[in-house]
Each structure stands twice: as structure tokens, then as C-alpha cells.
């Protein structure tokens, strides 16, 4: 074998070795958010917060967010920033989506019309930040959409756990985001096992 | 106006705008929400654009028997209880055709309180308050819902009107079936039958407007010219000469009728036969029939949006661009002297009557422009004689009159509401029993509405009325009056 093979040889054996090792080392964020004041820990986003020079590509898969029963399911969405999101109807009356603003920027505004049932439209949101998704002629219809920096987010069930899946080793900061509380902020350190965090919202 | 009115007015408009101010920098956690929202647990919006007025799916929803126009049972969230398995359908007769109840209690109740001011009015005609606080006051229970896929039924009663403890009374209280067309194979909802007391087929509800007042021809009645010459014979003359009809459009009546849309289209008709004393039990033994057919226009370029129940708009679902057109007709006999009340040797008077009319409602976007025009006769006799010497009947001027009215709608924002409406009765008795100045008389009735909540409104309504003679004099003066009120339901 010449030399120049052997170190394209080497180098991807090395190469690999570090990719698995990667692989290897990513650990998953576990935890369950706590509540005070507010009436459950259910729907509550936690996310990693922006990594300072760390840009994510946009996902080319979409979401779906459904409107069913008159209702908005799931209730929250989390997305990462640059997500294509399908709003389906799936009830035999009309519906529409529309949001005054992501995070009280109006400017941010938008109303997708009206579609009827098994119909879609979509929507790919740039802009970071929280938008409360409405129905203008059923107005007791309320969804969430959390658009974030980062791919490394979850939803909490019904007794306030989560899981967010391969997140890098490193140092971040993780938040949270509810309907009613105040938003919370702890930094977590993951490494190659699972990190549990704790996480308390308050009202 | 003079100054103490001016003042009264000031400080109620400054009070309301204060509560409006209030109101709207709440923010209620909860919405109260009447039966059908608790059953759907949706907001009032969903059917009403400006309550009680029905949008293209309130109106759907009622036609299929207070029940969604389609997939109705996904939408339910307090379910209802069953009166018997679905199956017990096939073990009928020998069961009873199973049915449901409402989930929870179907009641809702509803408030309206007005404040009015009125121009001056001379003593001449009697004394009116210039100012009157919280007049009426209705307080009205309504409940409504299904016994099942075709059952359906109303019923709303005032507890409370015009202050406390006053006489209230029963509006609507029917049953009915909704397609029954169905065992005689004809298309859906060609044929429903209620039965009981209820507001008849009208053009434009009176007993569930958005108007703070009365459609004025809906409350014309036709009374007699009485003739001196022959009441002044009697002693003491009697109360009324003839031709004291006391049926009016804009009061329930009771009976049957039946009617239908077949497949929940445009075409709708009805027929019902009645008592013709409005809500009051039969006065006479002959009954009254009256018929309506109206057609919708749907003027939608596209046709798959035709279809919907709701037209797909740029920022939501609205009604449907259209023109509904109808016609509408009632006759009846009413009976005088019954038992020889008026005139003892004389038979039972009867003088067929009859009202006809048309109307017309255009929709389009925020704007909607109705109107209705209407004639009614009414044969009049009288005795050929001194009530107690008379020996008969002959024939005298009928009694006639003609009117309707002209109004508009327009949605500033999906809670601000302008109106604006005009009335005209032409009545040449009412002119001669010194009821107006001519022979027509209208008025003119600008409003706003404000939907402080889905189930809450405040309401605002000037009425520019017609001149009315002083008596005593040759001079004349219009009751003018700016009402403002609140209603709200839960």
C-alpha cells in the first residue's frame, strides 16, 4: 500500500473513531419542571438557550399543528428557528390561524386566511421568540408556537417531566417557557450521561 | 334640552363610558358562556356576529336543530345522557324509541336594563319622565337544546320586565320535529314540525333583535275609525265600535307550523296555523294560517365556497356575499260581539283580515343592508243602527295600513357596530284617532352597539320620531328619545 493510501487510511479510520466517539459522548437532558402558583406543570417548553457562535441549519422536515375539535393540538410547539410549520384542519368547520405578534413584536403579525377541513397552510418561522396562535372566529381556541435558536428543546407532559435527546456535551443554559409563569433559566452541564435538572416556575 | 336634563345626560354617559373604559382593561380569565357555548364550550362568536343575531353558522346550527351542521357529536364536550341504547331503535315498538337529555342543565340567563332620555313632552299628553334609569329591566330565562338527532326545542320566558316584580311572561315555547320528511323520503330537513307558542316565521325577528326598539310596523294593530253617529247612540257607547284586531306581528303567537329548507339550502318556506290572539289563549273558534318562502342568492364567484357553511375570508371565515328575498302573507277572522258583548241582540261579528308583504337582506363582508315592506287590511263592519236598535251588519271603510322598514349594519371592528334604521307606518285611522300629525309617520333610529365581551354589549340608540298632535291645540311635538342599556347573557 503506498503512503499517501495509508494515510487517507488512517485518517479515516481516526476520522470515524472521532465521529462515533461524538456520537457516543451526547447525552440527553432529563428533568421535570415543578410549579408554584400556577394550575399544572403540564405544556411547558424547555429549551436550550442560544449557543453563542452556534448556528443551526433549518430543518427541512416540517411540523404540524393541528386544529381538531376546536383546539389546537398539541397545544405548545416548540420549533427550531427556520421551521416550516403545516397548520392542518382536521374539524368539519372552517378555522383560521393568525398571531398578533412573536414576543410582542406586532410587526411580526400574520393571519394565514381560512382553509377547510383536511386542508393545510404553511408558514416557516425566521424570527425567534414566543407566538400565540388564534382562531378569529372561534376565539376560546389557543395554541403556542416557541420558536428557538437550538435544536434541543422539549415539551412537558402532564406531571411536568421532559427529555430532550442528544444534546452535545458542554456548558448551556436551559429555559423555560409557559402560559403563565415566569420564564426560568439554569445553566446544565452535560457530559456522556444523561443530565437530570430540576426546574421550578413560578407564577 | 334644558339644564338639569343636560346634566342627567352627562353624568349617565360619563358613568357608561366609564364602565366601558373598565370593562375593556380587564382581562377576564373566564368567559361566561350560555348553553350552547357550555355544551360546545366555545365562545358566543362562533354563531353570533353581534348577538342574537346569527351568523351564516348560527343560522346553520339552528336549522339542524340547535345541533354543529356537520360531525356534531365530535364537537360536544359535556355529552348528553342517554335515554336508551342506539340500538333500542331496532327492538322498537316493543320499547321506547331511545332519546337523550342535555349533559348539564340547558339554561342561560339574560339581563337588559336601559336608561332613556326623552325630549320634552307636553302634560297635554300626559307626563313622561325626562330621564328614566333602568327601564326595562328584562330578565329573561332561556333554555334550548335536543332530545336526540331530531328533536329539538325553545323555550325563554321573562321573569322579570320593567322593574320588579312586574308581569313577565312566556316568549317562545315550542317542540319540534326536524325532518320528518325523512319517512316520506324526501330531502333532509324538507319538512319540520313545532308546536307550542313561538315568534312566527318572520323576515327579521323581533323578539331576538339587536335593535334597543320595536320594528314600528311589527307593532301596528288595526282598530276601527269608530263612527260617532251610530256609537253616540248607545248608552253608555260602547268601547269600541268594530274592527278592534288585536293580532300584531311582533308578539309570539301559538300553534303549529310547518316548514323546512330542503337540504339545509337556500330555499326555505313555512306554513302555521294559529290562534291569532298573539300569546294569549284562543279568543275565537276560527284559526289563522301564514305562509312565508324566501330564496337566497348566493353570490360567491366560487363554487366550492358556496358550499361551505361559512365563506372562506382573507383573515377568517364570514358570511356568505347574498341577497335573500321572500314574501310573506297571514289571514284571518276576527270575531267581535262574541255572546252579544257589544251589541246583545246582534250575532258574532267577523271581519276577515289579511297582511302581506316582502323583504329582502343583502350581505357582503362587514356591511348588511334588510328591509321589509308590508300591507295590511282588515274588513271592517259595523251595526246599521244604535247598538240597541240595530238589526244588522253593513259594510264600512276597511281599515288599512301600510308600512316597513329600512335598516343598516356595519362592523367597524368585530366589537363596534354602527346601525342605522328608518320606519314608516301609514295608517289613515291611526291619523284620525289624532295618533300622528299625517297620515305617514317614521322615525329614524341611529345606534352604535359595542360587544364589551362576546356575551356582553352595550348598546346606544337615538330615535328621531314622527310629529304628534298636543291635544288641545294646533300644535304638534316629537317624542324623541336616546336610549343607552347593557345586556348580557350567561
Known sequence: MSTMKRAILVGGIFGGALFLAGIAMAGDVKGKVSVQGLRSAENIAVYVDAIPGKKFDAPTQHVTIDQRKMAFVPKVTVVLQGTTVDFLNSDSVGHNVYWPSISGNKKLTHNLGTWGKGEKKSFQFNDPGVASLLCNVHPEMSGTLVIVSTPYFAVTDSDGTFEIKNVPPGTYTLKTWSEDGKPTTQSVTVGATAANVELTVKK | ?490
Open chain 2, 1 to 490: 334640552m334644558d339644564r338639569q336634563g343636560t346634566r342627567v345626560v352627562v353624568v349617565v354617559s360619563l358613568i357608561m363610558l366609564a364602565s366601558l373604559i373598565y370593562a375593556f382593561a380587564s382581562a377576564p380569565r373566564a368567559n361566561a358562556i350560555p348553553a350552547f357555548s357550555r355544551k360546545y364550550q366555545t365562545s358566543c362568536t362562533t354563531c353570533h356576529n353581534n348577538f342574537p343575531e346569527l351568523n351564516d353558522f348560527g343560522l346553520a346550527f339552528k336549522k339542524n336543530g340547535f345541533k354543529f351542521p356537520a360531525d356534531d357529536e365530535s364537537f360536544v364536550k359535556e355529552p348528553p345522557v342517554l335515554l336508551g341504547a342506539k340500538a333500542q331503535k331496532e327492538a322498537f315498538p316493543t320499547a321506547i324509541y331511545p332519546g337523550e337529555l342535555p349533559g348539564n342543565l340547558p339554561i342561560a340567563f339574560r339581563y337588559s336594563g336601559f336608561a332613556q332620555y326623552n325630549s320634552k313632552v307636553p302634560l297635554a299628553v300626559g307626563f313622561t319622565p325626562r330621564t328614566d334609569l333602568f327601564a326595562p329591566n328584562t330578565f329573561t330565562i332561556i333554555a334550548a337544546g335536543s332530545f336526540g338527532p331530531n328533536i329539538s326545542f325553545w323555550i325563554d320566558n321573562d321573569i322579570s320586565t320593567g322593574g320588579s316584580g312586574a308581569a313577565g311572561g312566556l316568549g317562545d315555547g315550542y317542540i319540534k320535529a326536524n325532518d320528518i320528511g325523512h319517512w316520506l323520503h324526501l330531502p333532509k330537513d324538507a319538512l319540520n314540525v313545532r308546536f307550542g307558542q313561538f315568534e312566527l316565521d318572520l323576515p327579521f325577528t323581533q323578539a331576538r333583535t339587536i335593535n334597543l326598539s320595536d320594528y314600528d310596523i311589527f307593532d301596528q294593530a288595526s282598530v276601527a275609525l269608530a263612527n260617532p253617529a251610530l256609537c253616540e247612540f248607545a248608552t253608555p257607547p260602547p268601547p269600541a265600535c268594530t274592527t278592534n284586531n288585536p293580532f300584531v306581528f311582533g308578539v309570539p303567537q301559538r300553534g303549529i307550523e310547518f316548514g323546512g329548507y330542503p337540504n339545509d339550502g337556500n330555499f326555505t318556506w313555512s306554513v302555521a296555523i294559529l290562534n291569532g290572539n298573539n300569546d294569549g289563549p284562543a279568543a275565537r273558534n276560527s284559526k289563522d294560517i301564514y305562509g312565508r318562502l324566501s330564496y337566497t342568492f348566493n353570490l360567491e364567484r366560487d363554487p366550492s365556497v358556496r358550499k361551505e357553511v361559512r365563506a372562506a375570508g382573507p383573515t377568517g371565515p364570514r358570511d356568505h356575499t347574498s341577497l335573500r328575498i321572500g314574501a310573506f302573507g297571514y289571514y284571518g277572522r276576527n270575531a267581535l260581539n262574541i255572546g252579544g258583548s257589544l251589541f246583545p241582540a246582534l250575532p258574532t261579528i267577523r271581519e276577515p283580515f289579511y297582511r302581506a308583504g316582502g323583504d329582502f337582506r343583502f350581505k357582503y363582508r362587514n356591511f348588511e343592508l334588510w328591509g321589509l315592506g308590508m300591507f295590511g287590511h282588515d274588513t271592517n263592519v259595523i251595526p246599521n243602527g244604535p247598538s240597541d236598535t240595530a238589526t244588522g251588519f253593513v259594510s264600512a271603510t276597511p281599515v288599512t295600513f301600510a308600512g316597513g322598514f329600512a335598516e343598516a349594519e356595519y362592523w367597524v371592528y368585530p366589537w363596534l357596530i354602527g346601525l342605522m334604521r328608518y320606519d314608516v307606518v301609514n295608517s289613515p285611522t291611526d291619523f284620525a284617532a289624532g295618533v300622528s300629525r299625517r297620515d305617514t309617520r317614521n322615525r329614524f333610529s341611529p345606534g352604535v352597539q359595542v360587544l364589551v365581551r362576546a356575551n356582553l354589549k352595550l348598546a346606544f340608540e337615538y330615535q328621531h320620531r314622527f310629529e304628534q298632535p298636543i291635544p288641545g291645540s294646533a300644535q304638534f311635538f316629537r317624542a324623541n328619545g336616546f336610549v343607552i342599556g347593557t345586556d348580557f347573557l350567561f
